[in-house]
């Protein structure tokens, strides 16, 4: 539900800022992403202290394994918190190249950055996930 009013206020604003949209500075799609990225980011930080998970009554399936649902949900959680910890900037050129797979044309035109700077970004938060990652192994 919070995915449906979450699309449907990045569709009010966008309609709100559709008269001063100018095609010359940023192509329509790259535009929306911003109006999206910016509304997340008031998202969560607005609720990241009230952080409210759904009980479900069925957690297995007939299809699905019980310890393959935990097993993939703590792999989600240790992403979310490793996301969570690395820099802004690094985080949302992740978000974008690997999550909404957006071209690194498309996320330098959202962030307003040069292709080169997105490529950097993305190299140095691959790299410090795959650090938190070898520290979580670590401790385990």
Do not use: C
């Not at 008269?19 to 930080?45: C, E, G, M, N, S």
């Not at 759904?54 to 996301?83: C, G, H, M, S, Y």
């Not at 690094?90 to 690997?98: K, P």
């Amino acid at each position: 539900m919070v995915a449906e009013d979450l699309t449907s206020e990045v569709f009010i604003r966008m309609l709100k800022a559709l008269p001063d949209y100018q095609v010359q500075k940023t192509p329509f799609q790259a535009w929306l992403f911003q109006i999206a990225r910016f509304l997340a980011i008031d998202h969560f930080r607005a609720n990241h202290r009230h952080k409210v998970e759904p009980l479900e009554d069925n957690l297995a399936t007939d299809d699905i394994p019980l310890d393959r649902i935990i097993d993939d949900r703590l792999a989600v959680d240790r992403l979310q918190k490793a996301l969570a910890a690395l820099p802004e900037d690094q985080r949302d050129v992740l978000v974008f190249r690997f999550l909404l797979n957006m071209p690194i044309g498309e996320v330098a035109e959202a962030m307003h950055r040069s292709p080169n700077a997105i490529k950097g970004l993305q190299r140095r938060g691959l790299r410090a996930l795959r650090s938190m990652y070898e520290q979580m192994e670590n401790i385990r």
